[in-house]
């Protein structure tokens, strides 16, 4: 039922509207790895009116958890955040609950993380007012970064119960089902 979209694989599926997958140079020698993560030539990710940088900050979750087990995370006031993971591995869910948009009703699921090598590694652009949250699907700790184009506001920070907003086809997102499917892929 769920389908997981990675960097490879997103030409190829409906995108909630206004996401971005920004590929992430990876610069890798002997000594290790090297990833610039935002710049501010990156016009897709960023501009001073519409997306500006206004603090950085990551995040370390459990494995197999998600941020926020039953509940989206929503911002009302249009914050986007740019995604990325610096350690383990993720699931992003993205749902469009949004009247204007002409993907309304779609689920996204963005895998992101070091097991797909250098294309796990991007900066994800979640768009203003959908829905969205995260779970760890590695078997390590995930390290998760945020750029988001607003700072943090908790009048801003709203957790939407799953049970009170069901997806396009009647039912409940489920964070357990997300982990299985990944398993699958």
């Known amino acids: 039922m769920y389908q997981i979209t990675t960097l490879k694989n997103s030409a ?3 995108l909630v509207h206004d996401v971005v997958l920004h590929p ?8 290790g ?4 993560t ?3 030539t990156w ?12 603090q950085m900050y990551y995040s370390v979750t459990k494995p197999e958890t998600a941020r926020d087990i039953d509940h989206w995370h929503f911002h009302p006031g249009g914050q986007q955040d740019r995604f990325g993971v610096i350690s383990g591995d993720i699931v992003v869910g993205i749902y469009d609950n949004r009247d204007d948009s002409p993907t309304k009703g779609t689920l996204n699921l963005f895998a992101m993380g070091q097991s797909q090598g250098p294309e796990g590694q991007y900066l994800l652009v979640v768009p203003k007012r959908t829905y969205h949250g995260y779970v760890v699907v590695s078997d390590s ?7 988001p184009s607003r700072l943090y ?10 049970a009170d907003y069901q997806l396009s086809d009647g039912t409940v997102f489920n964070w357990q089902k997300v982990v299985a499917a990944y398993k699958e892929i």
């Open 43 to 54: 016009e897709d990710v960023y501009n001073p009116q519409d997306m500006p940088f206004t």
């Open 141 to 147: 700790d995930a390290i998760m970064f945020n750029y």
């Open 12 to 14: 190829s599926q409906q």
């Open 33 to 36: 790895t090297l990833t610039e």
């Open 24 to 31: 992430l140079k990876v610069n890798a020698d002997p000594r």
């Open 38 to 40: 935002l710049k501010t």
């Open 153 to 162: 506001d908790p009048a801003q920070e709203h957790r939407l119960l799953f």
